[in-house]
T-cell receptor
Framework: GAVVSQHPSWVICKSGTSVKIECRSL??????MFWYRQFPKQSLMLMATSNEGSKATYEQGVEKDKFLINHASLTLSTLTVTSAHPEDSSFYICSASQGANTQYFGPGTRLTVL | GENVEQHPSTLSVQEGDSAVIKCTYSDSASNYFPWYKQELGKGPQLIIDIRSNVGEKKDQRIAVTLNKTAKHFSLHITETQPEDSAVYFC?????????????FGTGTKLQVIP
């Protein structure tokens, strides 16, 4: 149980284009979903927290107009990187929680912006 | 905000030996402490967690201890196997439901030498 999927697992795009990443909780309803960013050999950095049906809460320094988050249902959240640039290249990981603190992570999406 | 420190950053052990990873946290309000294992190119996988009302928890070869007074917690892996090789992250969390925020340690790269 507690399986979280992400799609795509990797994506390469040109600078200036937008990329959408999906995060799904497959066998449970996630009241809250989280989006993280991870650079090579570094820890996870929380970007934003989203609750189903409400606006995401962004961490300080994360541009909400650049990283659009939608949490349309209890099993799906999407992260759209708008007007991507090479510095946005990173490993993006989502997690989902059904309460009680425990977060279950997806397998991650590697984004490369050329 | 919460600050989580993790040591060591790298750890090499012989197969069959034990491995210990230590973390400290700063915010006494933190009440949930998960440990994650992350293999290369994958998302973190929850391996064990402990809540602030418990001092120790064990699951087969893995155990976690918590000292609330000293604000530190540790991961113990006994009888290590090559497949235990990965990066391990500790984390501290407070709140519940949609208001939780998890702060991660900087990670420990564990190498189990056959």
């Amino acid at each position: 149980g507690a399986v979280v999927s992400q799609h795509p697992s990797w994506v390469i795009c040109k600078s200036g284009t937008s990329v959408k990443i999906e995060c799904r909780s497959l066998d449970f309803q996630a009241t809250t979903m989280f989006w993280y960013r991870q650079f090579p050999k570094q820890s996870l950095m929380l970007m934003a927290t989203s609750n189903e049906g409400s606006k995401a809460t962004y961490e300080q320094g994360v541009e909400k107009d650049k990283f659009l988050i939608n949490h349309a249902s209890l099993t799906l959240s999407t992260l759209t990187v708008t007007s991507a640039h090479p510095e946005d290249s990173s490993f993006y990981i989502c997690s989902a929680s059904q309460g009680a603190n425990t977060q279950y992570f997806g397998p991650g999406t590697r984004l490369t912006v050329l | 905000g919460e600050n989580v420190e993790q040591h060591p950053s790298t750890l090499s052990v012989q197969e069959g030996d034990s491995a210990v990873i230590k973390c400290t946290y700063s915010d006494s309000a933190s009440n949930y402490f998960p440990w994650y294992k992350q293999e290369l190119g994958k998302g973190p996988q929850l391996i064990i967690d402990i809540r602030s009302n418990v001092g120790e928890k064990k699951d087969q070869r893995i155990a976690v201890t918590l000292n609330k007074t000293a604000k530190h917690f540790s991961l113990h892996i006994t009888e290590t196997q090559p497949e235990d090789s990965a990066v391990y992250f500790c984390a501290a969390s407070q709140g519940s439901g949609g208001y939780q925020k998890v702060t991660f340690g900087t990670g420990t790269k564990l190498q189990v030498i056959p």
